[in-house]
């Protein structure tokens, strides 16, 4: 056969659609369920862009009984007109080419959002079909894409069955977009209605008066949110289960060319200080800029004002930060344009102006706040709040010098209880945090302890979500995890002397275990929170079942699994159900929960702060009837629950 030739046509289908199914990681990151999300975001995201414009109020995803999605707003609609160049409609350029929109609406949209600037182009390309509907000036329009393989195999991604087409009037405007993600990419992995409506009700409370509907077919089930308050109703909904000290959040919002920064922040008497922060809707947990601009403006302006109306002696010093900062909730929530984001898991912002831009914003802004007399209450019950945390600051140093020392000098009482691993190649160590005395002896028989540290936990560990640091270094259970990792905690925290890269929860699958697990998690969140979000934290899944018959052995993870199971076992199985770990010997725990090559481990992370902490709060909080419904909704996890993974998605 002749050579080919190849044109130009050739060369842009090549850079066309077909590169996202060659690299999906590129654009999705991955193509498992929290990629599959994306797709959904990526259109989303352009309906909230055009609402943030100021056209349109409302956005309605629905998950579809045929695995499918559809998302609506009732903006302007997509241009239909043909694009001068290309020949082709507005939509259909927008949904074949890479990047388009940011070509297309750089001019007129202030901020180009787009979770990562990657466009519904993305979504169209990973999809097995793709059905825009726009509405526009009195008429509907439909353009319909597909993706397929021809009969020698060769792939079409997200190509259009027709041109855009003139369906007939209406009376609505805006757009309307229906996909299915493509199973030859995400296999059989479905829409997650909790997932959608965390993220819904984060972008409802993060763009005021913004609506948005969520539905699921199948279920039936159905959520809508709307908040006039904005950022305010986001925070006074973190600390719902806590106390508050001041009365409502102090608010603030200021704009300069091509930025937009809004604050809201309020205390309750909790100890633990919570800052959220958000750059174009997007979650920013390691920080960055905008949080460092916003934290030393906020101690400048307390610590000035504190000196001002004689709060603080002459002879005084400032009060740090961190002062100001115990029992704060806060969210900060920035828009600008050429977003660079750094750190290990890139959420953190890099963009140096983003701090000048906040600070300068914020001492403006909260001079003005407290001027106001009428502000003087609040301002004394910060500042006193704050004088205390530097009294007990000074005096909890105290506490973690003596339990430094006490920790070194107790190594030789921990030994009994800590099976430490042999090699010091910490990398590969992995440490095993048992709940019980009889699975942490079976742990301890069933290790290769050359690579696996076991510690048994005898009862629950102190729960640290409500108490000072000096309290919580003085439980001999917390004391024992943080000696054994070897890391200090809190500010002092330093990854590089982690004596164990894995640390492994295992917890029976029952409710007991799941509080002790979710203990043993708040407690990490809190105090040595890098661990979880440079991945460090694991949840060891131990099997629900046994299925055995003669030579047959099945151990089996999850509800779902079980009837597979049976059929291969055949007749005359005999099914064992595990109500604990301690129910197993050391050889099955083992086999089924400890060995490398056999085992299941849940990665935790957080890619959403704000909705872990009020996961962790409700988990926590004295809400005892919230807290049952999370952990039983959650316990009965097994491997297709991602809730794990994300620690909160
Ligand atoms: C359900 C998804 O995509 N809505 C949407 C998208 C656009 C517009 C309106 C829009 C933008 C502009 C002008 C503009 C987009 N348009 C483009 C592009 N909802 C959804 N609603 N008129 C309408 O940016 O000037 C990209 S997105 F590039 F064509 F302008």
């Known amino acids: 056969m002749a050579d080919k030739t190849y044109n130009s046509n050739d060369i842009v289908v090549l850079e066309g659609l ?165 199973e030859a990419m995400f296999g059989s992995l479905k829409f997650n209605f909790e997932t959608i409506t965390r993220r819904a009700k984060e972008l409802a ?39 508050k000290v001041i009365a409502k959040p102090i608010f603030f919002h200021a704009e300069e060319k091509n930025f937009d920064l809004e604050v809201a922040f309020i205390y309750t008497d909790s100890y633990t200080e919570n800052c959220f922060s958000f750059v174009n809707n997007i979650p920013t947990i390691e920080g960055g800029t905008h949080e460092t601009g916003f934290k030393s403006a906020y101690t400048k302006v307390m ?33 600008m344009n050429n977003v660079q984001f750094e750190g290990q898991t890139k959420t953190k912002l890099g963009n140096p102006e983003a701090k000048t831009f906040v600070e300068n914003l914020t001492i403006a802004q909260l001079n003005k706040f407290f001027s106001d007399k009428k502000q003087a209450s609040t301002a004394e019950i910060i500042i006193n709040k704050a004088k205390g945390a530097a009294k007990v600051r000074e005096s909890a140093k105290r506490a973690k ?38 699975a942490g002896g079976s742990a301890k028989q069933g290790r290769d302890r050359r690579y696996q540290a076991v510690l048994p936990l005898r009862g629950k560990p102190l729960n640290a979500e409500k108490k000072r640091i000096d309290q919580v270094l003085a439980n001999e259970e917390i004391r024992m995890i943080i000696s054994a990792l070897n890391t200090g905690i809190g500010e002092d925290l330093d990854l590089s002397s982690l004596r164990y890269h894995k640390v492994i929860i295992l917890s029976d699958a029952d409710q007991d275990g799941a509080h002790i697990r979710s203990i043993l998690l708040t407690f990490f969140y809190r105090y040595m929170r890098p661990l979880i979000t440079e991945g460090h934290v694991f949840i060891g899944l131990p099997p629900l079942y046994r299925v055995a018959k003669k030579d047959f052995v099945e151990y089996v993870y999850s509800d779902v699994e079980l009837p597979d199971a049976i059929a291969r076992a055949g007749k005359g199985y005999t099914l064992s159900r595990y109500k604990g770990l301690g129910e197993m010997n050391a050889d099955q725990l083992k086999d089924t929960t400890m060995d490398p090559d056999k085992r299941t481990l849940i990665q935790v992370s957080i890619d959403d702060a704000a909705m872990a902490e009020k996961m962790v709060t409700t988990w926590m909080g004295d809400d005892i009837d919230a807290r049952k419904q999370y952990i039983s909704i959650h316990a009965n996890f097994d491997k297709e629950d991602d809730f794990y993974k994300n620690y909160h998605n």
Not at 316 to 321: C, K, M, S, T, V
Request: aromatic share 8%; proline share 2%.
């Open 205 to 243: 409370f993060l763009n005021k008066g913004l609506k948005i509907n969520v539905k699921d077919e199948e279920s039936g089930s159905e959520e809508s949110y709307h908040y006039e308050g904005g950022i305010s109703d986001f925070v006074n909904y973190l600390v719902e289960e806590k106390t």
């Open 18 to 182: 077909d590169a996202v199914r060659l690299r999906p990681g590129m654009y999705i990151g991955t193509t498992g369920i929290k990629g599959m999300h994306h797709l959904l975001w990526e259109i989303v995201d352009n309906a909230i862009d055009e609402i943030s414009n100021g056209y349109g109020d409302t956005i309605s995803i629905t998950i579809n009984s045929d695995g499918s999605a559809t998302v609506e707003d009732n903006g302007r609609g997509i241009p239909v007109d043909n694009h001068p160049t290309l020949h082709k409609s507005g939509v259909e350029v927008v949904y074949t080419t890479l990047h388009a929109g940011g070509k297309f609406n750089n001019s007129n949209y202030k901020f180009s959002g787009g979770l990562h600037g990657v466009g519904a182009s993305v979504t169209n390309a990973l999809s097995k079909f793709c059905n825009v509907t726009v509405y526009k000036d009195g008429k509907e329009y439909q353009i319909n894409f597909h993706s397929y393989m021809d009969e020698n195999g060769k792939m079409y991604s997200g190509v259009p069955i027709a041109p855009l087409k003139l369906i007939g009037k209406t009376e609505k405007s805006g757009t309307r977009v229906t996909f299915l993600p493509d």
């Open 401 to 438: 010098e003596v339990a430094r020392a006490r920790n070194n000098a107790e190594n030789f009482n921990l030994v009994g209880k800590l099976a430490a691993a042999t090699s010091r190649n910490n990398s590969m160590c992995e440490l095993f945090i048992v709940e019980g005395n009889s």
């Open 303 to 335: 610590n000035d004002y504190a000196r001002n109306n004689n709060f603080l002696k002459e002879k005084e010093a400032n009060l740090l930060g961190e002062d100001y900062r115990e029992g704060i909730t806060c969210v900060i929530n920035i828009k």
